[in-house]
């Protein structure tokens, strides 16, 4: 399973519903992404990131065991906000503090079909935030002021060797 990383337009793209959610079809999906994300040392794969425009996610944190998020729905974010460094498979090598809420409440689906509701906080809360974020096409770096982003990006473009900034911004 290839991970798609900055400069596809994939990851600019809004992820379309999950309509039906196919339990064989999802849990072999969530495997395989779950093994990716285990390969690239991440701790979250979103659809859009591996070429799939469908509103899926995979978690994995440490001992937990792998969860999957098919049409997430965001219920709550808190007041709260917490800075915290984080990086992505699909910009590898990148790493920048991003503010989010602190914590989150939300509806999905997992892979065998059965809804559920979640209140996350903490290092879980930032994870779904950011994969909920790969949904809706918004990267990590989009998250930052632009000097810091535009400095970011040209760090990226120089150790790729290329000189394609626009693009990267998600301009044409």
């Known amino acids: 399973m290839e991970i798609l990383t900055l400069g596809n337009e994939l990851l600019r793209q809004k992820a379309a519903p999950v309509k039906p959610i196919d339990p064989e079809k999802y849990q072999a999906l969530a495997e395989e992404m779950a093994g990716a994300l285990h390969q690239g040392k991440g701790v979250g794969l ?5 070429g799939l425009l469908e509103r899926i996610f995979v978690v994995h944190m440490e001992k937990d065991i792998p969860r999957v998020f098919i049409n997430p729905s965001l219920i709550m ?3 709260e906000t917490v800075k915290y460094e984080e990086g992505c498979l699909s910009l590898p090598g990148l790493w920048a503090d991003v503010i989010r809420p602190a914590a989150v409440r939300l509806q999905a689906w997992n892979e065998k079909g059965k809804p559920f509701t979640l209140d996350a906080s903490g290092m879980l809360a930032r994870i779904i935030l950011h994969e909920y974020d790969h949904l809706e ?6 998250r930052l002021s632009e ?5 970011l990006l040209a760090k990226y473009e120089k150790r790729k060797g290329g000189s394609n900034a626009d693009s990267l911004r998600g301009k044409s």
């Not at 979103?46 to 591996?50: H, K, S, T």
């Not at 096409?137 to 989009?142: A, P």
């Not at 000097?147 to 400095?151: D, L, V, Y």
């Open 77 to 79: 974010t808190s007041q």
């Open 46 to 50: 979103a659809g859009p990131q591996i």
């Open 137 to 142: 096409g918004v990267l990590f770096i989009d």
């Open 147 to 151: 000097p810091k982003r535009n400095r």
